[in-house]
Antibody
Framework: QVQLQESGPGLVRPSQALSLTCTVS??????????WSWIRQPAGKGLEWIGH???????NYNPSLKSRVTILGDTSKQQFSLKLTSVTAADTAVYYC???????????????????WGHGTLVTVSS | SYELTQPPSVSVSPGQTARITCSGD??????ASWYQQKPGQAPVVLIY???ERPSGIPERFSGSSSGTTVTLTVSGVQAEDEADYYC??????????FGTGTKVTVL
């Protein structure tokens, strides 16, 4: 059974960087066809995909956050991390890490599903 | 930016059928997934590739697609199905997008 667990500071000062780590157990971040994603959810609001990484080191980020986001993997620890710079109160949210299983249909193309999620960790941006 | 639009809320009586729609121009070309989220919990995938149901998901959850709209149908709604539901798809650049979310209330 794959399990994901987020960890990191629950409070970040405005203009500072938010850093979170996701530890994966029961699976390997080295193996495909999985991407490893970060997703966030402000209180009472919807889900927002932040970005993901693949085992090769390939990354893709939400254009709305791309200038501030870095996602990296550490295969030796089976962890991947999120760094979000220059945070403001608008970045206050529950942050989830998730495994993204990607498939390919020869007729209609790629499809995905987030099949395993961490429990989420609340990060508050406040002075 | 690409948007997926869902009705804010749907109300249904136990045993009845709930249908939740998700609309977006890209859905004609891209597959969609559906997620259920209960308060204080992480989302759970119910449907992927428009109509496929992962193992362990009850058969009362089904998905369909027509043009620019995908639909999640919950047949024989149970009290435990009260939750928020989100669709998710991909835009032309490979960016993942979630729908606006629908709160399902079981009367």
């Amino acid at each position: 059974q794959v399990q994901l667990q987020e960890s990191g500071p629950g409070l970040v000062r405005p203009s500072q960087a938010l850093s979170l780590t996701c530890t994966v157990s029961g699976g390997s971040i080295n193996s495909g066809p999985y991407y490893w994603s970060w997703i966030r959810q402000p209180a009472g609001k919807g889900l927002e995909w932040i970005g993901h990484m693949y085992t090769s080191g390939t990354t893709n980020y939400n254009p709305s956050l791309k200038s501030r986001v870095t996602i990296l993997g550490d295969t030796s620890k089976q962890q991947f991390s999120l760094k979000l710079t220059s945070v403001t109160a608008a970045d206050t949210a529950v942050y989830y890490c998730a495994r993204d299983q990607v498939g390919y249909d020869p007729v209609t193309g790629y499809y995905n599903r987030f099949d395993y999620w961490g429990h989420g960790t609340l990060v508050t941006v406040s002075s | 930016s690409y948007e997926l639009t869902q009705p804010p809320s749907v109300s249904v009586s136990p045993g009845q059928t709930a249908r939740i729609t998700c609309s977006g121009d890209g859905l004609q070309k891209q597959f969609a997934s559906w997620y259920q989220q209960k308060p204080g919990q992480a989302p759970v995938v119910l449907i992927y590739k428009d109509t496929e149901r992962p193992s362990g998901i009850p058969e009362r959850f089904s998905g369909s697609s027509s043009g620019t709209t995908v639909t999640l149908t919950v047949s024989g709604v149970q009290a435990e199905d009260e939750a928020d539901y989100y669709c998710q798809s991909t835009d032309s650049t490979g960016t993942y997008v979630f729908g606006t979310g629908t709160k399902v209330t079981v009367l």
